[in-house]
Structures are given as C-alpha cells and as structure tokens.
C-alpha cells in the first residue's frame, strides 16, 4: 500500500469518526401550552382604533406585534416608497401599557445593515415576525438579494433590550436551492426544549407551508413540510398540546381556489392530515388566529371573501368541530366603490396576558391599522354574533 | 469557521468565479503567467469593493455558499488545468459529474415542493446518510479516487465542525453553483484533460 493510499484512508477514518461521533439526534419538539388568559368580563366593552405607523413612509405592510415582558406591545412592519422598492426597511413602534401612549416610530432594520451582517447583497425586506424568547425578543424577517418574493430568504436579529437595540443579523438556511424561496408571515412557537418552531412557506416552484425547528441559537436543526404542490402558504400554526398543532392556511390553489386551508398534525411534526378545505372564505389571503379559553376555541381574524380583501372579518368557533359565526366586521368597502384592489390584508392578531386584544393589519397600503378591544368588548360582539359561516 | 470569516467566505466565492473562468475563458492559450495575472485579476475583483459592498457580497446572494465538495474541486480544477497537477482522471470527473447531476435530481425538485416528501430534511443529523456517504467515500479510495474521497471527507469534517451557516449535510455536500459547473464540464470536454505544462 502506497504512503498516498494509506493517508487517504487514514484521512477518510478520521473524518467520518468525527461526523458520527458529532452526530445528536434531533429531539421531536413539544411545544408549551398555550396559557390561561385573565379575563375580566365585568370591565366596560372598549373597542378602539387608530393608524400607527405614521408618515415615514408612502406605503405599509405586513404588521406583527408581541407582548413585551413589561406588557408593553410592539409592533414591526415594513415599509418603502412601494412593496418590493429598495427603500424598504422594517419599522417599529411599542404602546406603552400604562400610559396609552405610542412611542415613536423606529426604522430598526435596513438593508444596508443586513447586507454588511449576512454579506450578501440585499435588495428588499419584507414580513416580519417576532417571538418573546425568555428575556429577548427574536426578530424573524424576510429578505430578497434577486427577483421578486420568490427569491426570499429568512433572517433573524436578536435583541435583549425589548427591541432598543438588535444584535447582528442571521441567515436562515432553508433550502439547498440558492437558500431562496423561504418566507414568514405568521407567529413562532416555543418549545419546552427551547428550540423554537417557526411557521415559513415557498413562493418559488411550489407554493407550500412547513415549519422550521430552530436551535436556541437559531439555527435550522429541521424542518417539516404542511402541505405540498402549489396550494398553501403562510401557515398560522396554534399548538393544541405538547405534541398537536392544527395550522390556518391561505388557499393559493387554482384548481381549489376561495376556502381556507386546516391541515392538522397527527403524531409527530412531520405527519400532517391532507389539506381541508374549511367553510370559512379566503381569496388567497393571509389570516390571524388565537385562542381563547380553550387550545379549540378560536378567534380568526380573514378577509370574508372568496376573492376580494375588501373586508376584515373576525369569526368564532366555540370547540373543535364547532361551526363557525361571523362576529364582529372591522372593515367593509361598500359595493362598488372600491378605490383600489384589496385595501385591506395580513391580519395580525395578539391576545395579551390581561386577555384583552391587539388587531393590527394592512389599511389600504398606507397605513397600518391598530384596534384594541378588551374581553367585554369581544362578549358582546359574541352575544350579537351574525350568521354561521 | 468559514461562515463567521468574510475572508474565507469571500476566498470561496473567489474559487467559484475562478472555476467559472476557468471553464468559460479559454485561458489555455494564455502563458502562465497570462493565468496567473488572470487569476489574481479575478481575485480582486471579487475580494474588493464593487460599489459600496465586496464584490463577493453580490456573488454571494446571486449562489449562496459553495459545498465543501465543490470547494475543493474548484481548487483542483484550478490547480490541474492552470498549473498541470495531475489531480483527477477523466474518469474520475465522469463519476464525479454523474453523482452531481444524480443528486441535484433527487434534492432539488422535492425541496422545491414537487411532493409532500422532502429529500432535504434527510440532511439534518441523519446516520444513515453519513454511512451512504462512508460507503461512496470508501468506494472511491478502493478504484483511487482520491480526489473523489477527499472531497466527501472533507464535506463530511466540515458539517461535523459546522463551518458554513447551515446544519443540513446536503449543503456541503452539494450547490447550484456546483450543479452548473458540472454541466459546464460536460459541455467543454477540454476541461477533462489535464493542460500541457508552458
């Protein structure tokens, strides 16, 4: 055996022994339940809304929001002279709890700083989406270096100041193509392992829904696919126990197009039910859903349309199998004055430990707006509520 | 670790762009030292600023990270045509492209959501991948593919030692860029066969 051949294999023994010994198996994650909510039914009914993203720019999209540990919210979306145009970056914005009162509004990402951290060049940024993590908040956002949405990777900033300064941006790796074609829309899921289950879709070839298991330090240890083809994106996952989940979906379909999409997990993550088509509406729109008293009692916030955003719709569902009752209708363009196609788009909507709500989504691209309503409010928008869907 | 070094980042995507040149240029026909101020043209232009950003930067959100597979072929594709080492045979390249394309058939379409079956996920810290691979490896060292056996080695150690972002085997073992290259190959056989020395 020649010097030359018994160094390769001596090399080829000493790599593979470091791989397979460097090798942890992947825990299945159980996701932490959902908590009880305070609820205070006696308090008066309030129901208030306002536009809070401010003039910084022309347009606006794509709001997400979290519970501080202090209680305060906030708020990030992402905004530029147009979607998509090189000056978008992701803004920001916290409602103080006690006061009331909005602070003001932050530009805390652009795409010069998440070209100079990832090192690569970043052409746009775009949806935001944001976790409570322990004593830090986790900023998931997208960004695109080439083409349109369909070239979208995942980045991730952390913060542990609640949002006043953020620490350098990570790229998600997601796919072995160009890492491209990986969005979010919706809220992270906590683990009891502190791994972290992130809901993303595809936007390239397939238009399809999975979830990414993060490491604490945010790195892609896995990743389980929803739905497949070109039918589901931008999944609102709802754990039901440590070990269920169910996820709303918008309906991307052509030849099923107008329902929403309900896919459940069966045992493990990566054995989701085929995709339902629900009773409920969706003109290929996104959704927002929380839950109430119960992991099956559900508040869904949807465009009450099989094709037209012109309205935002909130729905009610008592328990699973339960039908569903329209009841409450935060915006409605009256028939035939519509000024512009889908005004209003991607609901967001956040229940706070005090079990009072934060609804935030797209208002005709020019503003994002913010309703508050508390437990009263949500009780009698139940006790009048409109007809089953 | 290469993904938290710009340096060693920027070298790698320097490699890609000179396996490019490589293919593409007839740099043959220059002398060597024609190539070599090539390569060192081509090498600043991708370590340097293009603008306001390296030039690597824009390399790099156009590719992605190159595997360590395709790494250490560039560097022998480099070495073997500019500088005549004689580093892999013919058919070696041929085994080497067939298993290229043969993968990227298998990864990319299902990751790109064809089928609910995602052939990707298999890369995350899965032992019966890693064994697959000791086999090939193995394989190769048996038929003196060294080249071959020390790529898949090398991928190997690197996802072991997590040297690029991602934590999925597939990623060092295999690139778009790689993909390309290997059709490249094909279609200009004179990469195949090893460059006179000048």
């Known amino acids: 055996m020649t010097a030359i051949r018994l160094g390769v294999l001596l090399v080829i023994a000493a790599g593979f022994t470091l791989a397979l010994s460097s090798l942890h198996a992947i825990q299945e994650p159980a996701f932490v339940s959902p908590e009880n909510r305070t609820s205070r039914p006696n308090s008066e009914p309030v129901l208030e809304e306002a536009f809070i993203s401010g003039d910084l720019t022309r347009e606006v999209h794509s709001a997400t929001a979290i519970e501080l540990n202090n209680g305060d919210i906030r708020v990030f979306w992402y905004g530029g002279k147009r979607e998509g145009s090189k000056d978008t970056s992701i803004y920001s914005r916290v409602l103080n709890k006690d006061s009331n009162s909005w602070s003001a509004v932050d530009e805390i990402m652009t795409r010069r700083t998440v070209t100079l951290d990832t090192h690569r060049y970043i052409r746009k940024l775009g949806n935001p989406v944001a976790l409570v993590n322990g004593d830090k908040i986790w900023l998931f956002f997208v960004s695109v270096s080439v083409g349109g949405w369909a070239g979208s990777s995942i980045n991730l900033s952390v913060s542990d100041d609640n949002g006043t300064t953020w620490g350098p941006v990570k790229r998600l790796i997601s796919s072995p193509f160009m890492n491209i074609s990986t969005l979010v829309k919706n809220a992270p899921l906590l683990t009891d392992n502190g791994d972290v289950i992130l809901p993303a879709y595809h936007e390239f070839l397939g238009k399809f829904s999975e979830l990414l298991q993060l490491d604490s330090a945010g790195n892609v240890l896995n990743k389980n696919r929803i739905s497949h083809g070109r039918e589901a994106i931008q999944p609102t996952l709802l754990p039901v126990d440590s070990t269920h989940a169910i996820a709303f979906m918008r309906n991307t379909s052509a030849r099923q197009p107008g329902k929403l999409w309900f896919s459940r997990n069966q045992d493990k993550l990566d054995n989701w039910t085929p995709l339902e088509a629900l009773t409920l509406p969706n003109p290929d729109a996104a959704v927002a859903a929380v839950q109430l008293n119960t992991a099956d009692e559900l508040l869904l916030v949807f465009n009450n349309h099989p094709s037209e955003r012109d309205d935002i719709s909130m729905a009610y569902r008592p328990g699973n199998g339960a039908t569903w009752q329209l009841i409450h209708q935060f915006e409605k363009t009256i028939s035939g004055a519509v000024e512009e196609h889908n005004p209003y788009s991607y609901p967001y909507l956040l229940q706070t430990h005090d079990g009072n709500f934060h609804l935030f989504y797209t208002w005709k691209r020019k503003h994002i707006k913010h309703v508050y309503f508390n437990r009263a409010a949500l009780l009698d928008m139940l006790s009048s509520a409109g007809p089953e869907l | ?198």
């Open chain 2, 1 to 198: 670790m290469i993904s938290a070094s710009p340096l060693l980042t920027g070298l790698a995507m320097a490699l890609l762009c000179l396996a490019f040149a490589t293919i593409l240029l007839p740099l043959n026909r220059l002398p060597l030292v024609g190539r070599m101020l090539v390569i060192v043209s081509i090498t600043l232009l991708v370590m340097l600023p293009v603008s306001d950003y390296p030039g690597w930067y824009y390399v790099r959100s156009v590719f992605g990270d190159s595997s360590v597979t395709a790494l250490v072929f560039y560097i022998a594709l480099i070495l073997q045509q500019h500088f005549s080492w004689q580093l892999y045979q013919e058919n070696e390249l041929v085994l080497l492209r067939r298993l290229v394309l043969t993968t990227a058939l298998l990864l990319y379409p299902f990751a790109l959501g064809v089928t609910h079956y995602d052939s990707y996920s298999l890369g995350y810290a899965n032992p019966w991948l890693l064994g697959g691979l000791l086999m090939l490896t193995l394989f190769c060292w048996l038929v003196k593919y060294y080249l071959l056996a020390i790529a898949i080695t090398a991928a190997v150690t690197a996802y072991s030692l997590q040297l690029l972002e991602s934590l999925n085997l597939w990623d060092y073992l295999i690139d778009p860029a790689f993909l390309l290259i290997m059709i490249l190959t094909w279609l200009r056989p004179s990469v195949q066969k090893i460059q006179p020395r000048q």
